[in-house]
């Protein structure tokens, strides 16, 4: 067994507070659950407070279109600014290009799943 970090914990305690929003626990157990998951030393005492959990969101569910749309938003936006941008400044090397690969890195998940 690996020991967790910081990262492992608040990943954890993020999949609580989204439990806890959907209504599978209440606020006493969240606290509890946090207590442990801050306590944990090891990945099977961190899963043994979050397996319980069920799944992080599906990539199908309603708050997944919301973020599609934000993740094309902002890549459109940011990618308009920069080229705009580098059109002004006298154009030269396309800088703009690391803004649209940054930019369109969450769109890659709908080919990921």
Request: charged share 25%.
């Amino acid at each position: 067994m690996t020991r967790v970090g910081d990262l492992e914990r608040e990943a954890a305690r993020a999949r609580l507070v989204e439990a806890y929003a959907a209504g599978r626990i209440d606020a006493p157990e969240l606290d509890s659950r946090a207590e442990a998951v801050w306590g944990a030393a090891r990945t099977a005492d961190l899963a043994a407070v979050v397996d319980d959990l069920g799944e992080e969101e599906p990539v199908s569910s309603p708050g997944a279109g919301r973020r599609f749309v934000r993740d094309v938003l902002v890549f459109l936006i940011c990618g308009a600014i920069a080229v705009v941008a580098w059109h002004v400044t006298g154009r030269g090397f396309f800088w703009p290009v690391w803004v649209l690969v940054y930019t369109g890195l969450p769109l890659l998940r709908l080919w990921r799943d």
